[in-house]
């Protein structure tokens, strides 16, 4: 143990107390930066470090192997607000993880071992610190209903892998700032925002679901949202999009049109109970592998239009209900151009 001392900011000394167990024997000076960022809690730290040759000659570092660290072993922060009066379950953690999570209420520094709000808190908002053994976010706030906003503060890492159900049934969630959000290794985001029935808008335009494989449920019952921008969401690996959008039933208009969709292999209920949306662009949708579209635009009342043209329906098995309870206008359009739907399935 010893003490390292830098001149990091103007008029400000800062002393970090370094310790080097066996695992980062070989990256002392990388373990030293890290300890910087994560004590000194100063935004401008890797810039300061950087630019500031001294500091960089006397711990002999390479930036850029910095950035590769830390996006590796940094942790994650979070900020949780709690919906006033609500008591209850704020955040799921396994009995293996709970060494891994570090929970701090407003205005007390010390860390807490519940996971849930009592009647008689008052609590402003909760901080909670991940460390990066932690690779999963499987329903880490899933039914969680007294959450009203979730921040995620910090997020250098890259290697959480799931994230199914995370937010699931977040009721009364009405803001969450995604912006620092890490998605890059991510394969399961299987009912990611289900059951947000209380959210407004979601930013998902840094997103990267390059590795994602499953997005079945994935805004299920969003019902206050109408509008989603999903330019930028790669599904090229994606085989399930059942109920991917059902009950978002403000959504007026969406646009798919950039996704692929070559190894889809289910479609049931995409767009379940999607009642308000009047434009719905899938003209590029690759049908070939689809097994089911099960109730697919099931009460799709405000649709007057929708073009099927690239739909191979060939493989489909079942497609009941596809365009049940749908506006006449459309029904009648989609009897007299395609063919290969049966009278039943158009009900």
Known sequence: MGSIYFNCLPNKEIVIQVKK???FENIKSKYILEHILDNVKKKKSLEVIKYNKKIKNRLNININDYKEFSEKYSSIEIEIRPRIYMYGKFININDENKKYYHIYFVNNKEEIKRKHIEKNDKIEFIQIIIEHQVKSFDGLFEDCECIESINFKKFFRNDINNMRAMFARCSSLRELNLKNFNTNKVINMFALFAGCSSLRELNLNNFNTNNVTD????FDHCSLIKELNLNNFNTNNVTNMSYMFSGCSSLEELNLNNFNTN???DMGGMFFCCSSLKKLYIDNFNTNNVASMYGMFYFCKSL?????????TNNVTDMRGMFWECSKELKMKIKARYKNIKE???G
């Open 304 to 312: 007057k239009e929708l073009n099927l043209d690239n739909f191979n």
């Open 263 to 265: 190894n889809v292999t």
């Open 215 to 218: 997005m079945g449920s994935m």
């Open 21 to 23: 167990p066996n695992q």
């Open 344 to 346: 039943e399935d158009i």
